[in-house]
T-cell receptor, first 110, second 111 residues
Framework: SQELEQSPQSLIVQEGKNLTINCTSS?????LYWYKQKYGEGLIFLMM?????EEKSHEKITAKLDEKKQQSSLHITASQPSHAGIYLC??????????FGKGTSLLVTP | NAGVTQTPKFQVLKTGQSMTLQCAQD?????MYWYRQDPGMGLRLIYY???????DKGEVPNGYNVSRLNKREFSLRLESAAPSQTSVYFC??????????FGSGTRLTVV
C-alpha cells in the first residue's frame, strides 16, 4: 500500500514567520489532499492537487505537487495563531479510500 | 448544514461491552469510510464501503464490523470492546474519488 511520510512531525513557530510542511509518497500520487485539524475537532479540507507541478493557494496557504508527483509541500506565509493545529496529507488508495500521513502538529506562539 | 453526522460524540465503555457508532451523510455520496485516529499514528482506515451493498476491510479491521444500511448510513460495531480500541473514530464520505467530507468524530474510551 502507499505510504505517506510527513515532516516535520511537529513545529513551533513565532507569529509572523513562514513555514513549510512536506509530504512524501512511496508511489506516484494521483490525488493528494491536504487537511487541517484543530485540536479535538474534525478534519477541514484545505486543497487537492492532481497534476505534476500544480500549485494552489488559499489565503496565506500554498500547496504544491512536484513534477514527479511523489512529493507535496504546504507553505504558510506570515503564520497566525489561527493556523495552529494538525496538518494531514492524504492520497487515494484502494476503493477510493484516502491513506494518510501521521500528521504535522503546528503551534504558533505570540 | 449538509455533511456527515456521527453519533455519539463521546462514549465510555467497559471492557467486553458492545456498541454501535452511527454515521449518516446527506450529500448523496456513494462511498463511505471509518477511520480511527490515535496519537502519533495519523488516521488509519478500519473499513470502507465503495458503494451501497459493498463493504471491505481497511488497514485495521480486527475487532470491528460494519453495516452499510443504505446509501446514507454506515455503522461501525464493536462486539466486545477492548482498551486497545480507545480512540477517536471518524466517519467520512465521498463521491467516488472526490469531495471527501469528514464527521466531527466520536471519542471512545474503553476502561
Amino acid at each position: 500500500s502507499q505510504e505517506l511520510e510527513q515532516s516535520p512531525q511537529s513545529l513551533i513557530v513565532q507569529e509572523g514567520k513562514n513555514l513549510t510542511i512536506n509530504c512524501t509518497s512511496s508511489k506516484t500520487l494521483y490525488g493528494l489532499y491536504w487537511y487541517k485539524q484543530k485540536y479535538g475537532e474534525g478534519l477541514i479540507f484545505l486543497m487537492m492537487l492532481q497534476k505534476g507541478g500544480e500549485e494552489k493557494s488559499h489565503e496565506k496557504i500554498t500547496a504544491k505537487l512536484d513534477e514527479k508527483k511523489q512529493q507535496s509541500s504546504l507553505h504558510i506565509t506570515a503564520s497566525q495563531p489561527s493556523h495552529a493545529g494538525i496538518y494531514l496529507c492524504g492520497a487515494q488508495n484502494s476503493g477510493y479510500a484516502l491513506n494518510f500521513g501521521k500528521g504535522t502538529s503546528l503551534l504558533v506562539t505570540p | 448544514n449538509a455533511g456527515v453526522t456521527q453519533t455519539p460524540k463521546f462514549q465510555v465503555l467497559k471492557t467486553g461491552q458492545s456498541m454501535t457508532l452511527q454515521c449518516a451523510q446527506d450529500m448523496n455520496h456513494n462511498s463511505m469510510y471509518w477511520y480511527r485516529q490515535d496519537p502519533g499514528m495519523g488516521l488509519r482506515l478500519i473499513y470502507y464501503s465503495a458503494s451501497e451493498g459493498t463493504t471491505d476491510k481497511g488497514e485495521v479491521p480486527n475487532g470491528y464490523n460494519v453495516s452499510r444500511l443504505n446509501k446514507r448510513e454506515f455503522s461501525l460495531r464493536l462486539e466486545s470492546a477492548a482498551p486497545s480500541q480507545t480512540s477517536v473514530y471518524f466517519c467520512a464520505s465521498s463521491d467516488g474519488g472526490v469531495g471527501y467530507t469528514f464527521g466531527s468524530g466520536t471519542r471512545l474510551t474503553v476502561v
